[in-house]
T-cell receptor, first 114, second 115 residues
Framework: DVKVTQSSRYLVKRTGEKVFLECVQD?????MFWYRQDPGLGLRLIYF???????EKGDIPEGYSVSREKKERFSLILESASTNQTSMYLC?????????????FGPGTRLTVT | AQKITQTQPGMFVQEKEAVTLDCTYD???????LFWYKQPSSGEMIFLIY??????QNATEGRYSLNFQKARKSANLVISASQLGDSAMYFC????????????FGTGTSLTVIP
């Protein structure tokens, strides 16, 4: 079974703190993704990575950065957390097989910035 | 333009009845995949069903079926014999063959099954 794990289910941080969200997958997937989910807005792509050290901006990259030093691990970094980054963060991974393969999701991290 | 549109923010269905959740998509690719995910209140996203653009038959997985109408660019999810455990958010998504790396999600439909 594919497993995607995220470092925390719930996280509370203060404004201005640097925040690291970690995601690990165990199925040798090339592609990894970070989304944020807000009510009524669905899933919005922050960044994705299709290979080690490769990354591409998604729809809402502002205020975020990412790191992929190893194939199985994809980190999302909030350089200076702000209250408008309070949200649910979902990590996902998939094989690079054109349009054929689904994404597998982690359990999500509910981040609150106070 | 929105790649995936789900026009039903919320739906109610009686237990044991069937329900259809709407999804329309927009792409100029010939090769693409359509996916439905379920998200219970616990938050995890569960993959339900996949339809490829070249598949001639509608996809089915147990009580889930996908009503694929290519000319209309619609990919509606049909849940038969609804159960209380089907109450959740449902998301439609698309992956294009040309880009391959990105998935496009709709805004979701909240389904409530009434006993």
């Amino acid at each position: 079974d594919v497993k995607v794990t995220q470092s925390s289910r719930y996280l509370v941080k203060r404004t201005g703190e640097k925040v690291f969200l970690e995601c690990v997958q165990d199925m040798d997937h090339e592609n990894m993704f970070w989304y944020r989910q807000d009510p009524g807005l669905g899933l919005r792509l922050i960044y994705f990575s299709y290979d080690v050290k490769m990354k591409e901006k998604g729809d809402i990259p502002e205020g975020y950065s990412v790191s992929r030093e190893k194939k199985e691990r994809f980190s999302l970094i909030l350089e200076s957390a702000s209250t408008n980054q309070t949200s649910m963060y979902l990590c996902a991974s998939t094989l690079n097989l054109g349009s054929l393969y689904e994404q597998y999701f982690g359990p999500g991290t509910r981040l609150t910035v106070t | 333009a929105q790649k995936i549109t789900q026009t039903q923010p919320g739906m109610f269905v009686q237990e044991k009845e069937a329900v259809t959740l709407d999804c329309t998509y927009d792409t100029s690719d010939q090769s693409y995949g359509l996916f439905w995910y379920k998200q219970p209140s616990s938050g995890e996203m569960i993959f339900l069903i996949y339809q490829g653009s070249y598949d001639e038959q509608n996809a089915t997985e147990g009580r889930y079926s996908l009503n694929f109408q290519k000319a209309r660019k619609s990919a509606n999810l049909v849940i038969s014999a609804s159960q209380l455990g089907d109450s959740a958010m449902y998301f439609c998504a698309m992956r294009e063959g040309s880009t391959g790396n990105q998935f496009y999600f709709g805004t979701g439909t909240s389904l409530t099954v009434i006993p």
